[in-house]
Nanobody
Framework: QVQLVESGGGLVQAGGSLRLSCAAS????????MGWFRQAPGKEREFVAS????????YYIDSVKGRFTISRDNAKNTVYLQMNSLKPEDTAGYYC??????????????WGQGTQVTVSS
């Protein structure tokens, strides 16, 4: 079983920055492809970014390209999402997931509980 725990969310003004962390643990965990998703109230959960197991490949939804950066530290079993130039439309619960670099929810096997990001205008 793999456990994923997100942290780093909070309230920030538009134009500000936050860094989300996703710590992975579990007896059978090994470096895996990882992704970040987000879900705003009343909307479906959507793909934000993903990273391959060795960090060699990264993928982003168009709306965050140039503002968000996904990275990882396998020695710490942690994946990060650096979010800069935040906009009110980035407000959502952010979830990390393990198992794929794809954009579809069903491609991922494990999910964290999420961390809330609120961007005020």
């Amino acid at each position: 079983q793999v456990q994923l725990v997100e942290s780093g969310g909070g309230l920030v003004q538009a134009g500000g920055s936050l860094r989300l962390s996703c710590a992975a643990s579990g007896r059978t965990f090994s470096p895996a492809n990882m992704g970040w998703f987000r879900q705003a109230p009343g909307k479906e959960r959507e793909f934000v970014a993903s990273i391959s197991w060795n960090g060699g490949n990264t993928y982003y939804i168009d709306s965050v390209k140039g503002r968000f950066t996904i990275s990882r530290d396998n020695a710490k079993n942690t994946v990060y999402l650096q979010m800069n130039s935040l906009k009110p439309e980035d407000t959502a619960g952010y979830y990390c997931a393990a198992g794929s670099t794809g954009r579809l929810i069903d491609e991922y096997s494990y999910w964290g509980q999420g961390t809330q990001v609120t961007v005020s205008s």
